[in-house]
């Protein structure tokens, strides 16, 4: 996976924990990665224990569903007309669950601050995180530092109830499927953070730098190099939708890894 798509997977899954009733937002992101900046169109329908994101990456378009209930997570690659189904349980298998956790930091400090997004009152937070990651062979450390919003107490807080239980489950993980194989620990790491931030609130933006720490080639690249991550939701909405949005595009192949 290249660098952009991955910065692009990355906010995905820190979008995913959004909610758990029926809700659409739609937003922009920005990834700035290993020098290369591309801009997109942010799209999430979520819907008891369904999640769909759909993204634009350079021109290309794709959808991730995650399904809590059968514990699965569908990549959709609509030029290619596939899709690619992984079983959570079978991406923890290629990861360890107890180094990723104990090897990771996490810290998450409210500034006082807030922002509005229609009715919620996003407060700030400035977010420090780090994870044990491999890239081109070398062991280092990925970091995450910036500023995330969160809107708590909102009419929609109670119904992340279905994802905050999931997340508490042997087979949860939401993590990128395409890291599990390459880099474990990180994979494995992305998906604790969601684990941990599941009750803190309804994502309403994110803004932080990533690089890669080590004694490495693609280390000291990646400090030479600026790279950023930034989503923003712009609106959201709570009409009902209709179950076929997380279902797969009819004539699309289906693979199973």
């Given at each position: 996976?290249?660098?952009?798509a991955?910065?692009l997977?990355?906010?995905?899954?820190?979008?995913?924990?959004?909610?758990?009733?029926?809700?659409?937002?739609?937003?922009?992101?920005?990834?700035?990665?290993?020098?290369?900046?591309?801009?997109?169109?942010?799209?999430?329908?979520?819907?008891g224990?369904?999640?769909?994101?759909?993204?634009?990456?350079?021109?290309?378009?794709?959808?991730h569903?995650?399904?809590?209930?059968?514990?699965?997570?569908?990549?959709?690659?609509?030029?290619?007309?596939?899709?690619?189904?992984?079983?959570?349980?079978?991406?923890?298998?290629?990861?360890?669950a107890?180094?990723?956790?104990?090897?990771?930091?996490?810290?998450?400090?409210?500034?006082?601050k807030?922002?509005?997004?229609?009715?919620w009152?996003?407060?700030?937070?400035?977010?420090?995180a780090?994870?044990?990651?491999?890239?081109?062979?070398?062991?280092v450390?990925?970091?995450?530092?910036g500023?995330?919003?969160?809107?708590?107490?909102?009419?929609e807080?109670?119904?992340?109830?279905?994802?905050?239980?999931?997340?508490?489950?042997?087979?949860?993980f939401?993590?990128?499927?395409?890291?599990?194989?390459?880099?474990p620990?990180?994979?494995?790491?992305?998906?604790?953070?969601?684990?941990?931030?599941?009750?803190?609130?309804?994502?309403?933006?994110?803004?932080?730098?990533?690089?890669?720490?080590?004694?490495?080639?693609?280390?000291?690249?990646?400090?030479?190099?600026?790279?950023?991550?930034?989503?923003?939701?712009e609106?959201?909405?709570?009409?009902?939708?209709?179950?076929?949005?997380?279902?797969?595009?009819?004539?699309?192949?289906?693979?199973?890894?």
């Amino acid at each position: 996976m290249k660098l952009p798509a991955l910065a692009l997977v990355v906010i995905g899954c820190l979008a995913a924990w959004s909610a758990q009733a029926d809700l659409s937002m739609t937003g922009r992101s920005t990834v700035v990665a290993m020098g290369m900046q591309g801009l997109g169109q942010e799209g999430v329908w979520l819907s008891g224990p369904q999640i769909r994101r759909d993204l634009i990456d350079r021109g290309k378009a794709y959808s991730h569903l995650y399904d809590l209930k059968k514990n699965e997570i569908t990549v959709i690659n609509h030029s290619q007309r596939l899709a690619s189904i992984f079983a959570m349980s079978a991406l923890n298998q290629q990861t360890d669950a107890k180094i990723a956790s104990k090897n990771l930091t996490l810290d998450l400090k409210p500034t006082g601050k807030t922002r509005p997004l229609q009715k919620w009152k996003c407060a700030e937070n400035t977010l420090v995180a780090s994870m044990p990651a491999e890239v081109g062979g070398e062991k280092v450390s990925f970091t995450m530092t910036g500023t995330v919003w969160l809107a708590r107490d909102t009419a929609e807080q109670k119904e992340v109830a279905a994802f905050v239980s999931a997340a508490q489950t042997p087979d949860f993980f939401m993590g990128i499927p395409a890291l599990a194989k390459s880099s474990p620990d990180q994979a494995r790491g992305i998906s604790e953070i969601m684990r941990r931030m599941a009750p803190m609130g309804l994502l309403c933006a994110v803004d932080v730098k990533t690089k890669y720490e080590g004694a490495g080639r693609m280390a000291a690249l990646s400090n030479k190099l600026d790279s950023r991550i930034s989503l923003t939701y712009e609106q959201y909405g709570t009409a009902p939708l209709k179950p076929e949005v997380f279902d797969i595009p009819k004539g699309y192949r289906v693979e199973r890894k």
